[in-house]
């Protein structure tokens, strides 16, 4: 279990690094970087509790240097979430959420740090320290807060992957359902372990140090993963004013005018086979604010914009396929000519519009033709 400690420390400190020296890192690259300082420095007072504790503490200062960093792990982890939609002033707008960790590193000072060694000693190897109301309370809150910052974190991605198809054509590089399910499994992990040490403190089935050791070993498998999905991650808008909605009760221009030129804009220019294409770049080519196309696309044609755009691409596909157009090209080959940037995102929408895959359409059509 030590080597998994071990690996889980260097883990989270070299992706810490590697953010923090990122050219142009964002607020949310210094933030999860944070997270993973905090979680190796976490792991790292774990295992040195745990090698002093089996040597019979001979460095009684490096007792009870561990639970205070659980107190970061849930606010870290969604202040992450929230700043990846390019909020650059997140931290001072929610800095009293850090105001639990600071009271509890007050009480840690007063109540034990600089109690006498053999009184400290004597209540790790009795572990009576867990019959105190303070440090019930503290189990307490982190059984509590953190499951409930990740469940908000998860309510925030949901929102955030919504807004996101507001904006964007493609999802490829921007789909967090990796994080959505990290999340879930950390609120699933978080909660048991929350309920296991509170049903401890009054049944005791398991020590204390043995209970540490077992959840940072899982927790540093949960970093490692973290780290292996999470650190490619950018922000989707570059400040939380960019792409922004205006709720408006009438748009300036007519529905009727601004479908027409839409409409016209789609057949002549194709601008849907840019992969790349965003609502804003949609709304300088019509010369209109984007807040109107969004309320538009919303509000009058009930489609979000990655939905109106990839109606396009499949209708174009489609046509594609009919026609002959590239005789030589496979199946993929086509839908990339269309505006697709990957076979799963292409499938996915495909099956969407169609309810059949592009093979069993494509198929479905030779039959048709004999």
């Not at 009684?60 to 659980?70: H, K, S």
């Not at 006498?116 to 109301?133: H, Y």
């Not at 490619?232 to 748009?251: A, G, H, M, R, V």
Request: proline share 3%; with cysteine.
């Amino acid at each position: 279990m030590n080597i998994i400690l071990i690996i889980g420390i260097f883990e989270s400190l070299v992706l810490a690094l590697l953010l923090f020296l990122k050219k142009n890192r964002t607020i949310s690259n210094n933030l999860l970087a944070s997270f993973f300082v905090i979680y190796g420095i976490n792991i790292l007072t774990a295992y040195i509790e745990i090698i002093n504790q089996k040597q019979g503490y001979p460095y009684p200062a490096l007792i009870m240097l561990t639970p205070a960093f659980l107190l970061l792990h849930g606010p870290l982890l969604w202040l992450y979430i929230k700043s990846l939609q390019g909020s650059r002033n997140i931290i001072r707008k929610y800095l009293f959420h850090f105001l639990p960790f600071v009271l509890f590193i007050f009480n840690l000072s007063i109540r034990f740090w600089f109690i006498p060694d053999e009184e400290k000693i004597g209540l790790m190897t009795s572990e009576s320290f867990q019959l105190r109301w303070t440090y019930f309370l503290f189990v307490l809150v982190i059984a509590v807060s953190i499951p409930t910052y990740l469940f908000f974190g998860l309510v925030e991605l949901n929102r955030i992957q919504k807004r996101v198809k507001e904006f964007y054509s493609t999802m490829d590089n921007n789909n967090l359902n990796w994080l959505r399910n990290l999340v879930f499994v950390g609120l699933i992990l978080y909660s048991i372990f929350g309920f296991l040490h509170i049903s401890n403190l009054f049944f005791s089935f398991i020590s204390y140090k043995d209970y540490q050791e077992v959840a940072f070993v899982i927790a540093s498998v949960f970093i490692l993963i973290l780290g292996f999905l999470g650190h490619k991650q950018t922000t989707f808008f570059n400040s939380e004013n960019d792409f922004k909605i205006i709720n408006s009760t009438n748009l300036e221009i007519n529905s009727k005018v601004l479908y027409d030129k839409l409409e016209f804009l789609m057949k002549r220019s194709k601008p849907y086979l840019n992969p790349d294409l965003t609502i804003l770049d949609l709304a300088n080519l019509m010369e209109i604010d984007t807040s109107e196309l969004s309320k538009y696309l919303n509000k009058t044609m009930e489609l979000n914009f990655y939905t109106y755009i990839n109606k396009y691409r499949i209708q174009t596909f489609k046509e594609y396929v009919e026609s002959n157009k590239f005789p030589d090209y496979n199946i993929l080959g086509i839908a990339f000519e269309c505006g697709f940037n990957s076979k799963a995102t292409f499938n996915r929408v495909f099956k969407y519009f169609e309810n059949t895959t592009p093979k069993a359409y494509i198929q479905s059509l030779k039959k048709n033709k004999t």
